[in-house]
């Protein structure tokens, strides 16, 4: 089926790891967004894409990075995990800023 | 700076019932408006959105919602509640070019057989 598509689903690092988290597009959507979940606070963007090869920074991009070098993935950072990023992470495109987003299903990451 | 606020955190309703979720938002300009629902260990669906026009918006679900600019507030209404719409509900609210969305926390939906 044609929309967002997250890996991995889950897993679980040793602080101090790095990994990177996938997110892939297949409906030529320009805009490209990484956020996370945590419970009672909604979900807080970490960084963003407004297109091929550009990022920015979201409200929370402290620990971590991104790249957009293809228009349909976009790749999340942790360059040495911390406890404080166990958290739900969810990717999501859209073609325009009034359009509406589209989801991943999200990765659930343990930091231990 | 743009923010949302959901003032309920959890809401009970009996099945049938009518529904009501509040969003208020702070933001300058006209923003645009989502409504978004999440099942458990799912990720998020857009119900329904504004962003100019009529002030009374449907979606998906049988969903509604009205934008009211001199009260900042994007309710979500539902005349009559069905068990599978037990969920969690986000509000948003979006500005300028770049489609960033500010969430508001949510608010987890119960419904009572």
């Known amino acids: 089926n044609a929309g967002v598509t997250q890996t991995p689903k889950f897993r679980v690092l040793k602080t101090g790891q790095s990994m990177t988290l996938l997110c892939a597009q297949d409906?030529?959507?320009?805009?490209m967004y990484w956020y996370r979940q945590d419970p009672g606070m909604g979900l807080r963007l970490i960084h963003y894409s407004v297109g091929e090869g550009t990022t920015a920074k979201g409200e929370v991009p402290d620990g971590y990075n991104v790249s957009r070098l293809k228009k349909q993935n976009f790749l999340l950072g942790l360059e040495s995990a911390a406890p404080s990023q166990t958290s739900v992470y969810f990717c999501?495109?859209?073609?325009?800023?009034?359009?509406?987003?589209?989801f991943g299903s999200g990765t659930r990451l343990t930091v231990v | 700076a743009q923010s949302v606020t959901q003032p309920d955190i959890h809401i009970t309703v009996s099945e049938g019932a009518s529904l009501e979720l509040r969003c208020n938002y702070s933001y300058g300009a006209t923003p645009y408006l989502f409504w978004y629902v999440q099942s458990p260990g799912q990720g998020l669906q857009l119900l329904l959105k504004?962003?100019?026009?009529?002030?009374l918006v449907q979606g998906i679900k049988g969903f509604e919602a009205e934008f009211k600019r001199s009260q900042s507030s994007f309710n979500l209404r539902k005349p009559s509640v069905h068990w599978s719409d037990a969920a969690e509900y986000f509000c948003a609210v979006g500005a300028g070019n770049t489609g960033k969305l500010i969430f508001g926390q949510g608010t987890t939906l119960q419904v009572k057989p």
């Open positions: 999501a495109s859209t073609r325009t800023e009034t359009y509406g987003y589209t």
């Open positions: 409906m030529n959507h320009e805009y």
């Open positions: 504004y962003f100019s026009g009529d002030t």
